[in-house]
């Protein structure tokens, strides 16, 4: 079974920053796609950001420039680094893996960016 945990969620000011982190609970190295989604109460659950193992990287529109998305393959880790924190980014963040061809959650880290 497929195992990820996340951590680094928390509450934050706007403008702040947060890292989100999450570990697998095997190797990564040939991970095609992983990354993070996020939902909002009320909301779906929508795709943040992913990334492959060529380190190519996809955002939402309204995280570009703000959120990076990497990988370390030694710790079995991907990371989702959130500069310049908004309100509107309040929700619990997912990360995920595709492995043979299924894919795997984890159960949650919620963000709350508030005053």
């Known amino acids: 079974q497929e195992q990820l945990v996340e951590s680094g969620g928390g509450l934050v000011q706007p403008g702040g920053s947060l890292r989100l982190s999450c570990v697998a609970s095997?190797?990564?190295?040939?991970?095609?796609?992983m990354g993070w989604y996020r939902q909002a109460p009320g909301q779906q659950r929508d795709l943040v950001a992913l990334?492959?193992?060529?380190?190519?990287?996809t955002y939402v529109d309204s995280v570009k420039g703000r959120f990076t998305i990497s990988r370390d393959n030694a710790k079995n880790t991907v990371y989702l680094q959130m500069n310049s924190l908004k309100p509107e980014d309040t929700a619990v963040y997912y990360c995920?893996?595709?492995?043979?061809?299924?894919?795997?959650w984890g159960k949650g880290t919620l963000v709350t960016v508030s005053s």
């Open positions: 095997g190797s990564i190295f040939s991970i095609h796609s």
């Open positions: 990334i492959t193992s060529g380190s190519r990287t």
């Open positions: 995920y893996v595709v492995r043979g061809g299924v894919m795997y």
